[in-house]
């Protein structure tokens, strides 16, 4: 993997490192998101707790056959030589066209070669109406000229 961002972290390096989280999964690509993380990663998103790629790349196929149209905009909230907190929120419609904002934070820890061997996500979803959605731009990563969670007021 090209451009790997390594600990000990910056405040620049850290929002580098999270804007490129957020465009590898506005990608929906479970195979690209994964080479982010080591072999052996471990997970919990929600109520599930799982280890390894191979368990990242089958929770994400999972994930966006059911979360339709995600769009996701993550924003550093603080980091460490070798940890980043993120804040983040994403937009997707179920299968009935019923809409929701997810609100959530994620806590990250680094190997030192700038994969992630932890990810801990705590989420929850709020239904909107399709016409309260904000994150609007076409579908893969948010163009560079559009808002972040803070200039939209989330």
């Known amino acids: 993997m090209t451009n ?5 972290f910056t405040q620049e390096t850290a929002i580098r490192k999270v804007r490129m989280a957020e465009d590898a999964w506005n990608t929906r ?3 690209r998101v994964a080479l982010a993380y080591t072999e052996n990663s471990r997970w919990r998103n ?3 707790f799982f ?6 790349i089958a929770f994400l196929e999972r994930k966006w056959k ?3 149209d995600y769009r996701l905009i993550k924003e550093l909230w603080a980091f460490g030589p070798d940890r980043i907190a993120v804040r983040f929120m994403y937009e997707w ?14 806590q990250w820890e680094f190997d030192a070669g700038g994969l992630m061997r ?9 239904p909107i109406r399709a016409g309260d959605r904000k994150f609007l731009w076409s579908q ?7 808002p972040g969670l803070t200039e939209l007021g989330l």
Do not use: K, M, T
Request: aromatic share 8%.
């Open 4 to 8: 790997i961002i390594c600990p000990p």
């Open 29 to 31: 690509d479970p195979a």
């Open 46 to 48: 929600r109520d599930e």
């Open 51 to 56: 280890e390894g790629r191979p368990a990242i």
């Open 66 to 68: 059911r979360e339709l």
């Open 93 to 106: 419609h179920n299968d009935c066209e019923h809409w929701f904002r997810a609100y959530g934070n994620e």
């Open 118 to 126: 932890w990810r801990q996500a705590s989420i929850n979803d709020v």
């Open 140 to 146: 893969g990563p948010r163009p560079a000229d559009a």
